[in-house]
């Protein structure tokens, strides 16, 4: 497989982290979370159900291109699951160097709403799913996306995307 980096994208409570993980342990990679990689402030601000705004993505995005990066210069691969929902971000992380794929997770807002609500562990509140999919610009062809549903398991939908990963590296 030449593919070393998969960037999992999609709004919040879509299932970026748990299919991410999947993903990760199917391939036998390194599994990280760009939430992780948010400055404290970020989190506050989402928490308070206040969107972000550029320039206070662009040094969280840079780290994540900086990661990339590093894994690409390194053995080993990584799954990252991050919302990167606008095209411009996904730019900012260098999501179309050689070497990386883009799977973009999609399904129902009524699920996902429902997700984010059920969740007790997470920052990010159901109030801004609405502001999510009014900025999510969904991945072009030139992009060359993997689009799966969120319609199965995360370990079926994992297998789904190790099948489209095989298949776009032959």
Known sequence: MTTRVVVVM??????????????ADRLGWTF???DR?????????MSGGIALTDTQRWPWLD??????TATLAADGGL?????ALARRYRDR???ERDGVRLVSLDGPP?????????????FMPAALLDSQLAALERPTPDERPIVVGIDAAP????????????????
Request: charged share 25%; proline share 1%.
């Open 79 to 83: 799954v990252l699951a991050c919302s």
């Open 155 to 170: 370990d079926a939908i994992a297998a789904r995307i190790v099948t489209a990963l095989e298949c776009a590296d032959d």
């Open 63 to 68: 780290a994540l291109a900086d990661l990339i």
């Open 32 to 34: 990280e979370d760009a």
């Open 10 to 23: 999609g709004v919040s409570g879509i299932g970026k982290t748990v299919v991410g993980r999947a993903l």
């Open 110 to 122: 009524e699920l996902i709403r429902v997700r984010i609500e059920a969740r007790r562990d997470h």
């Open 37 to 45: 990689f948010h400055p404290a402030a970020n989190v506050a601000r």
């Open 93 to 95: 992380m260098g999501v």
